[in-house]
């Protein structure tokens, strides 16, 4: 059998996407999974070690050499959205999985570019819902709502979102090979706002959106308190927690992980994964930066290469 081919971005180059691409190329167990091709800066990728014994490139040339310490800037965030919007189109046309390396929220704004980060132009480039979620060995949770201030989240939650959400979910799961999933579903407030004493959204929102999702067969508990899911999912009451907000999911995850964690956007076209971290600015360049996420996030697309997400 063939080995897959997995399309890598090398993210921003002058965060640590670049050198945490190449030690991942380097790594046995991704050299005997996949054919990795690589959509990036070529004097980033090279000077953090790259050749093309280790993957075929795609080059995404820079117009100037940027020097100085590592920042976020206007060239970076150009080179590494086209390098991002090359591996979606690809990935439309061919079906191959999509990694993606960190790119920096900041350099993108810098650049005019008017997403907010990869999920939000992975959606609007595929037309999909795009769900991010994140798999750490036995724990895996999702997110209702994703970069947005604590203070918008309220508004955003409708028993729309909840349900859709909590339904793209529970089929990522199904893919994963967990058959009928049953999953968690934090609170937004403390205790699950005690029956209404301290916020509406339990009673308005979540709990309808819980019932009408049992009622349609789904295997949903909550809304939960959030120390409590978190221990039950950590025990494996559940095979997944739907999470509210952006730390209510990632505070756990990256707290309780015994192995490295893989962001997911399911519900695309193409299985789309990614390092749980970002830029690192302040250890780019040093050769103090750790590929294992890049690693396990290169060798899950690689073996769920042939799956439709």
Not at 176 to 200: Q, R, T, Y
Request: proline fraction near 8%; charged fraction near 15%.
């Amino acid at each position: 059998m063939s080995k897959p081919v997995v399309l890598i971005t090398a993210g921003d180059p002058l965060g640590i996407g670049p050198e945490i691409t190449v030690q991942a190329l380097q790594h046995p167990h991704v050299r005997q999974a996949c054919v990795p091709v690589v959509i990036g800066e070529p004097r980033s990728l090279t000077k953090a070690g790259f050749n093309t014994g280790l993957a075929r490139l795609l080059p995404i040339d820079m117009p100037a050499v940027l020097t100085g310490k590592p920042r976020p800037t206007q060239l970076g965030g150009r080179v590494s959205f086209q390098a991002v919007e090359t591996g979606i189109k690809l990935a439309l046309k061919t079906g191959f999985p999509l990694v993606t390396a960190p790119i920096n929220k900041q350099s993108w704004r810098l650049a005019g570019i008017p997403f907010t980060g990869h999920t939000e132009l992975l959606r609007a480039r595929t037309g999909a819902d795009g769900l991010m979620m994140f798999c750490a060995g036995t724990i895996r949770c999702a997110l209702v709502t994703e970069h947005f201030a604590l203070a918008d989240v309220p508004q955003l939650l409708t028993i729309k979102r909840v349900k859709s959400c909590a339904v793209h979910f529970i089929k990522a799961l199904e893919k994963l090979g967990i058959a009928s999933p049953n999953i968690g579903v934090c609170a937004l407030n403390p205790h699950a706002s005690d029956d209404g004493k301290f916020g509406h959204e339990e009673n308005a929102i979540l709990t309808p959106a819980i019932r009408a999702l049992r009622r349609q067969g789904y295997a949903v508990k909550g809304p939960l308190p959030t120390d409590a899911a978190w221990i039950a999912h950590l025990h494996q009451t559940y095979d997944g927690l739907l999470c509210m907000y952006h730390d209510q999911a990632l505070l756990g995850l990256k707290l309780a992980a015994r192995e490295p964690a893989v962001h997911i956007t399911a519900g695309l076209p193409f299985l789309r994964t990614s390092p749980a971290h970002g830029t690192a600015f302040d250890i780019a360049g040093q050769h103090k930066a750790a590929p294992q996420s890049m690693i396990a996030a290169i060798l899950f697309a690689a073996k769920h290469a042939n799956q439709p997400n």
